[in-house]
Nanobody, 120 residues
Framework: QVQLVESGGGLVQAGGSLRLSCAAS????????MGWYRQAPGKTREFVAR???????NYADSVKGRFTISRDNAKNTVYLQMNSLKPEDTAVYYC??????????????WGQGTQVTVSS
């Protein structure tokens, strides 16, 4: 019923920038905090950034000062602006959100992921 779809990933050289988007669709009543996570090959999924419905943000120490999370509530979309990218940022990036839906109540939803590759 509800989908989170990420886009904007790709290949970029070190020092470059990308902007990721994640749009939620379906029978949505409400969305709480939206976040970005990433998983590099052979590693566990880790927290990147989070933004509440009111606009408060927090970031992993590794991306502070380089990444900016934002959201457009009217579009049910969250963004991640990534600047000064490093090879260590290479990973599949996933968005996540608790969503209140018409039939199932509250649920925790994940997108399919988008690949970000930073070359040196």
């Amino acid at each position: 019923q509800v989908q989170l779809v990420e886009s904007g990933g790709g290949l970029v050289q070190a020092g470059g920038s990308l902007r990721l988007s994640c749009a939620a669709s379906g029978s949505i009543f409400s969305i709480n905090a939206m976040g970005w996570y990433r998983q590099a090959p052979g590693k566990t999924r880790e927290f990147v950034a989070r933004i509440t419905s009111g606009g408060s943000t927090n970031y992993a120490d590794s991306v502070k000062g380089r990444f900016t999370i934002s959201r457009d509530n009217a579009k049910n979309t969250v963004y991640l602006q990534m600047n000064s990218l490093k090879p260590e940022d290479t990973a599949v990036y996933y968005c996540n959100a608790p969503i209140l839906t018409a039939f199932l109540g509250w649920g925790d939803y994940w997108g399919q992921g988008t690949q970000v590759t930073v070359s040196s």
